[in-house]
């Protein structure tokens, strides 16, 4: 199924289960689980100085599953994914909702921060967690 912008920021979709919104999300992220040798896409350097023309609530401050149509993805635009299990440890830390109860359906994104160029003085890792719920917004 090919989906549009509008799609994942409807009822349609919002109101689906936590695992059809995983199965649906990761068909988008990761076409075909078979092939494992995949190169990666290019990555937009022309695009990143969107980042600093555009405003960044367009980018940050959205409840949907993927961005405004014509919004190139210009921060964490490369990088792996995963679907992970959000284990919750006996702590003091006063953890409440889907931190205390956990998750089985979590997709986790390990990217690159800063922009790599020869100048580069080493990596700055980040993670991403989609915590995907059941009948609402993720």
Known sequence: MEYKIKYWRSD????????????????ELVPDEEITDVEPMD??????PELFTQKSNGSFCQDSDGLKN????????Q??????????????E???GIYETGSDT??????ETANLSSESKGL??????????DNKRS
């Open 12 to 27: 349609e979709y919002q109101l689906q289960s936590r695992y059809d919104k995983l199965e649906q999300l990761w068909g």
């Open 43 to 48: 990555f937009l350097w022309k695009d990143f």
């Open 70 to 77: 014509k919004r190139h993805k210009v921060v964490h635009a």
């Open 79 to 92: 990088g792996v994914v995963a679907k992970v299990e959000w284990i919750p440890v006996e702590n003091e």
């Open 94 to 96: 006063g953890y409440t």
């Open 106 to 111: 979590v997709i986790m994104r390990l990217s």
């Open 124 to 133: 700055t890792p980040s993670i991403a967690l989609k915590f995907l719920v």
